[in-house]
């Protein structure tokens, strides 16, 4: 019974933190447009990251393989990020043109076509090195 109270207090949060995305939008939207795309990619990074968690407790339940499921799909876009991110600074150009230059691009509708492949592919190799 406490499980689905938690599963459904993340849901709960993951509202919160859209409907707060959407008030803070409408009234500072047009004084600092550019740091807005920030605050859409992180509050929309966090909900789907407490989205899927919350679903992969639903379907895997041992704790230390739920780490391993959750941190290692999380944990390698991250640092491909940032280690680009890193990258284009240093180089001297700012995370602002890149992130207007992406969105321009076709970088933003490639990649999350790409995430469920890149992540069963991952579990492939996890169950068969684990039960093979």
């Not at 509202?15 to 803070?24: D, G, K, N």
């Amino acid at each position: 019974m406490s499980f689905h109270l938690f599963v459904s207090s993340l849901i709960s949060f993951i509202r919160v933190l859209q409907f707060s995305e959407y008030r803070s939008f409408l009234s500072l939207g047009r004084f600092l447009p550019k740091y807005f795309i920030l605050l859409d990619a992180m509050v929309n990074g966090i909900a789907s990251l407490i989205s899927f968690s919350a679903l992969s407790l639903l379907v895997y339940r041992n704790a230390i393989d739920f780490c391993v499921l959750i941190l290692y799909p999380v944990t390698f876009p991250n640092l491909w990020m940032s280690s680009n991110s890193f990258l284009i600074e240093s180089l001297g150009f700012s995370r602002y043109s890149t992130i207007s230059s992406a969105n321009r691009d076709s970088f933003t509708s490639f990649f999350p076509i790409w995430i469920p492949f890149f992540f069963s592919f991952f579990l492939f190799f996890y169950f068969s090195d684990c039960c093979g």
